[in-house]
């Protein structure tokens, strides 16, 4: 066991001494990958043939993301996100409103435009998302995981508005909004499968060197 944590502490210390080694180069070499997290709101709906009337009702969302810029004008932003979002549906199939909880671990990949109008830089970008629903619940916390799918993907359309700050590690911060059009079918139980998702977001985001 005291050998064990010996190999431990001794590892922890050469990757702190490597990191140390690492980050003024990396800071010399102005790398192109950035780190970032974000967070805010998220209003969603279902739309699609099995509903007939729906609220947008709001929800929060937040994560990080990688950025790596390939020139000063394009970039590729992969993200990892948690959404929850809610919906009410109105005279659905099933006779009667239905209030829709759903936990989502959600995966852009964003291809990112950007105007050259530093340090105020407005952003352009679209993509495809991959989505796994952790959670389902109907009315008040009723278990509703067999009635929907596991997986949605959907189109990311949006846009940022970002200022540069450059002090130290933080680089840029960012005012970001997003449409998200499902294009899988969530449900997953009969006169209640044609449902897709339809989400609005708004995000504050934080940009780091590494």
Do not use: C, W
């Not at 990396?26 to 739309?47: C, E, H, I, K, M």
């Not at 659905?92 to 995966?107: F, K, L, M, T, W």
Request: net charge negative.
């Amino acid at each position: 066991m005291q050998t064990a944590t010996s190999k431990l502490t001794a590892s922890i210390a050469t990757l702190a001494l490597l990191l140390g080694l690492a980050l003024p180069m990396s800071s010399q070499a102005q790398s192109p990958v950035d780190l970032g997290v974000r967070g805010g709101l998220t209003q969603a709906t279902f739309y699609g043939d099995d509903v007939n009337s729906n609220d947008f009702r709001p929800g929060f969302t937040g994560g990080v993301f990688l950025n790596y810029q390939v020139n000063d004008a394009f970039a590729v932003q992969p993200e990892v996100l948690y959404s929850r979002r809610g919906t009410k549906n109105h005279n659905s199939a099933a006779g009667n409103d239905i209030r829709v909880r759903q936990d989502v671990i959600e995966i852009p990949v964003l291809l990112k435009l950007s105007a050259p109008t530093a340090p105020v830089t407005p952003r352009l970008y679209v993509g495809p998302a991959l989505g796994f629903v952790t959670n389902s619940e109907l009315g008040n916390g009723n278990d509703a995981d067999d009635s929907f799918t596991d997986v949605d993907f959907s189109g990311v359309v949006g846009g940022e508005i970002a200022y540069a700050l450059n002090k130290g590690p933080l680089s840029e911060i960012a005012v970001d909004g997003r449409y998200n059009l499902g294009l899988a079918n969530l449900g997953d139980v009969n006169n209640f499968e044609d449902v897709r998702t339809s989400a609005f977001t708004g995000t504050l985001s934080l940009r780091f060197d590494i």
